[in-house]
Nanobody
Framework: VQLQASGGGLVQAGGSLRLSCVAS????????MGWYRQAPGKQRELVAD???????YYLDSVKGRFTISRDNAKNTVFLGMNSLKPEDTAVYYC???????????????WGQGTLVTVSS
């Protein structure tokens, strides 16, 4: 199983970006998909996730600006980011809980990270 993230880049404050992450390989079911970020010198934090049973979570500082969505048919999760701020600058990682076979348990997988830089 692999997660491939894309969509990062350099944007001015107030701008927008859309991140995408596609899961591929042996996939029987995906429980949840989400996005974390890690800024230089800081711990990785959960930005948003979307689960089959528990709905959607957003970090308080991104509520109203970021939107997470999923295309289950394509095993893809998106993160729409509007009104970006310099403090949103970080490497963004996608994450998914994936069951590879009907008899297996869910395992946690990470994408490679995509850099988002917001200039002031």
């Amino acid at each position: 199983v692999q997660l491939q993230a894309s969509g990062g880049g350099l944007v001015q404050a107030g701008g927008s970006l859309r991140l995408s992450c596609v899961a591929s390989g042996s996939i029987f079911d995906i429980n949840g998909m989400g996005w974390y970020r890690q800024a230089p010198g800081k711990q990785r934090e959960l930005v948003a996730d979307i689960k089959n049973s528990d709905g959607i979570y957003y970090l308080d500082s991104v509520k109203g600006r970021f939107t997470i969505s999923r295309d289950n048919a394509k095993n893809t999760v998106f993160l729409g980011m509007n009104s970006l701020k310099p403090e949103d600058t970080a490497v963004y990682y996608c994450n998914a809980g994936i069951k590879e076979y009907s008899g297996s348990s869910y395992s946690n997988y990470w994408g490679q990270g995509t850099l988002v830089t917001v200039s002031s």
